[in-house]
């Protein structure tokens, strides 16, 4: 079973809303990913957190911050965000590093 | 700077010929390479993934890896309609913080 789950599916927020979105996997890797996507662009990495370790891209804006409660599960809190943050969030998993990635469904945000 | 290229498209086939969809890498150090397809709106779906030179098969799918040259090629035989998607090759960068180099993809249109 190579499920990643997400929610919410869709999300539409203000610039001043505070909202979290949820990512989990239950097949035992020891890595997981947020990616942003926008229309008719690549995944871009935002976030990695692999062997309980973060790592960042330090172009994503501090208005982004990630959570990794345990090892399935990975939360993306949204804070501030700017119209230009709409986009397709993808979450994605690998048993390490550097492995095969599954990503998730996405959460479509879309920011007001 | 890792950079994997590929034409962006639209490459457009009758049902039923051969897809060839093509990419190059420029990080000689490369290990692992994929192929996603990623239908409108919709999360990347992994479709293939090869470690070694030379060609690996699954069902109408068919990727081929040319280390020397630095290319990885994905071919879909008696394409279909519901092939119709975008194709991301994605490189593994083999260590670092960006696991995975993405493509900037190649939109498919099989034309029934």
């Known amino acids: 079973d190579t499920e990643v789950t997400q929610t919410p599916k869709h999300l539409v927020m203000g610039m001043t809303n505070k909202k979290s979105l949820k990512c989990e996997q239950h097949m035992g890797h020891r890595a997981m990913y947020w990616y942003k996507q926008k229309a008719k662009k690549p995944p871009e990495l935002m976030f990695v957190?692999?062997?309980?370790?973060?790592?960042i891209n330090e172009s994503v804006p501090s208005r982004f911050s990630p959570e990794c409660p345990n090892s399935s599960l990975l939360n993306l809190h949204l804070h501030a965000l700017q119209p230009e943050d709409s986009a397709l969030y993808l979450c994605?998993?690998?048993?390490?590093?550097?492995?095969?990635?599954?990503f998730g469904p996405g959460t479509r945000l879309t920011v007001l | 700077q890792k950079e994997v290229e590929q034409n962006s498209g639209p490459l457009s086939v009758p049902e039923g010929a051969i897809a060839s969809l093509n990419c190059t890498y420029s990080?000689?150090?490369?290990?692992?390479f994929f192929w996603y397809r990623q239908y409108s709106g919709k999360s990347p779906e992994l479709i293939m993934f090869i470690y070694s030179n030379g060609d690996k098969e699954d069902g109408r799918f068919t990727a081929q890896l040319n280390k020397a040259s630095q290319y990885v090629s994905l071919l879909i035989r008696d394409s279909q309609p519901s092939d119709s998607a975008t194709y991301l090759c994605?490189?593994?960068?083999?260590?670092?913080?960006?696991?995975?180099?993405f493509g900037k993809g190649t939109r498919l249109s099989v034309i029934a």
């Open positions: 994605a490189v593994n960068a083999e260590s670092g913080n960006t696991p995975l180099v």
């Open positions: 994605a998993s690998s048993d390490t590093g550097i492995d095969t990635q599954y």
């Open positions: 957190y692999s062997y309980e370790k973060l790592s």
């Open positions: 990080d000689r150090g490369s290990q692992s």
